[in-house]
Nanobody, 119 residues
C-alpha cells in the first residue's frame, strides 16, 4: 500500500482554479507535517506550502494569496486549493508526509499529480 497518493490534477485555463488532494495511509496523520512541492519540466522540485499541526502554515512567495493548504484529519487527507492559476504553475505536484520527532518517524512522497495551466 502506497502511504501517500495525490489526485486531482488536470488541465485548466489560466485564471482558473483546481484542487489537488493527498491521501495518507498506514501512518499516523493528525500530527504529521504535510507539504506540497512542485516540479516544472526541466526544473528542480520546489516548495509550495506546508502545514504542521500546532504551527502556522507556510507558503512560497510565488503562491501566497492564490494557494491554500488544508487538511481533514478524519479523512486522512490534505488539500491544495489553487486559484488564479498561471501558466508558470504548470508542473507535477507532490505531497510529502513527514514526522521527524517521537515515534514513528517517517518521510514519504507520493508519485505526484500533473497540473497543466494553459495560456
Amino acid at each position: 500500500q502506497v502511504p501517500v497518493v495525490e489526485s486531482g490534477g488536470g488541465l485548466v485555463q489560466a485564471g482558473g482554479s483546481l484542487r489537488v488532494s493527498c491521501l495518507v495511509s498506514g501512518v499516523p496523520f493528525s500530527d504529521t507535517t504535510i507539504a506540497w512541492y512542485r516540479q516544472a519540466p526541466g526544473q528542480q522540485r520546489e516548495f509550495i506550502a506546508s502545514d504542521t499541526p500546532g504551527s502556522t502554515t507556510k507558503y512560497a512567495d510565488s503562491v501566497k494569496g492564490r494557494f491554500t493548504i488544508s487538511r481533514d484529519n478524519g479523512k486522512r487527507s490534505a488539500y491544495l486549493q489553487m486559484i488564479s492559476l498561471k501558466p508558470e504553475d504548470t508542473g507535477d505536484y507532490y505531497c510529502n508526509a513527514r514526522k521527524s520527532f517521537g515515534f514513528p518517524q517517517f518521510n514519504y512522497w507520493g508519485p505526484g499529480t500533473q497540473v497543466t495551466v494553459s495560456s
